[in-house]
């Protein structure tokens, strides 16, 4: 086989740092496949790729512990309910896949892009001689009226404490404690979570966006990115619910069981006026 050339204009139609790809080379970041293959783990291949460097052990580790944390929240989750309805009307699991990961936006899937945002910002209002109280205190005004009441990685329609998100700080402190990273976004979490709680008179506990945003900022990772990492995640689920439905079968379900209808608060029945 031989690799065509034309001075550079079809070639430079697409321009990348990402992958070296031509005939036997594979190449991800100028590090050879055949070198990556079983000594780098998913997790810092995340990384290298979203990144453009390896992460250290430590690093993939912190990585792999927000992803696999993320990965289902069963079928009252709508993403999940989505990829089982989308199974059940004879798609393929890359269709229940995509209906899935199409629903996971600012409400649904972008909370810890949110929070990641929160915690970098009350860190830049810091870094420019702000007390620690007054940076949280002035973000949060801020944040609550660009996106409402509800504060992305704070409480839990479900959980009256998210039971992911302390075993996930423990990580980042005992990383913290060993220098793998800094610990400031996990403090900066915990000043938010006591400001709202003095503020509603009850705690608000920290969530599972919240925590996994602790660790995408203490590793490093910009905002808009950590919503793509949690599509990474939760696809696993998805995928997990999507062949779990083709097993069990089912035909057109829908979101309710069909011997319910939909609440009907329109006009009563009125007759079609005669002279359309």
Not at 44 to 59: C, D, F, N, V, Y
């Amino acid at each position: 086989m031989t690799t065509i050339t034309d001075g550079g204009a079809s070639s430079d139609w697409w321009r990348t740092e990402i992958i070296e790809m031509k005939p036997g080379v594979i190449r991800y970041r100028g590090y050879p496949i055949e070198e990556l293959i079983g000594r780098v783990s998913l997790a810092q291949m995340i990384w290298l790729m979203t990144r453009g460097e390896l992460p250290s052990k430590a690093q993939g580790e912190l990585l792999d512990a927000a992803l696999m944390s993320a990965v289902d929240h069963g079928p009252q989750a709508p993403s999940i309910a989505i990829a089982r309805m989308a199974a059940t009307c004879g798609v393929g699991l890359n269709n229940a896949m995509a209906s899935a990961v199409n629903v996971l936006g600012d409400v649904h899937g972008g909370a810890g892009e949110q929070a990641v945002e929160m915690y970098t910002a009350i860190a830049a209002r810091i870094d420019a001689g702000a007390g620690e109280a007054e940076a949280v205190k002035l973000t949060l005004d801020e944040f609550i009226a660009e996106h409402g009441k509800f504060v992305s990685g704070f409480g839990h329609r479900f959980h009256p404490i998210d039971p992911r998100a302390p075993r996930l700080l423990q990580l980042v402190d005992e990383a913290a404690q060993r220098g793998e990273v800094s610990g400031r976004y996990a403090g900066i979490a915990r000043a938010v979570e006591n400001e709202l709680a003095a503020r509603k008179g009850r705690r608000i506990p920290m969530n599972i966006d919240g925590a996994t945003a602790v660790i995408y900022a203490e590793l490093g990772f910009p905002a808009p990115l950590a919503r793509g990492l949690f599509c990474l995640s939760r696809s696993v689920g998805i995928l997990a619910h999507a062949w779990e439905q083709t097993q069990q079968g089912g035909r057109n379900k829908g979101p309710i069981p069909r011997q319910y209808v939909p609440t009907y608060d329109g006009p009563p029945q009125r007759p079609v006026p005669e002279n359309l």
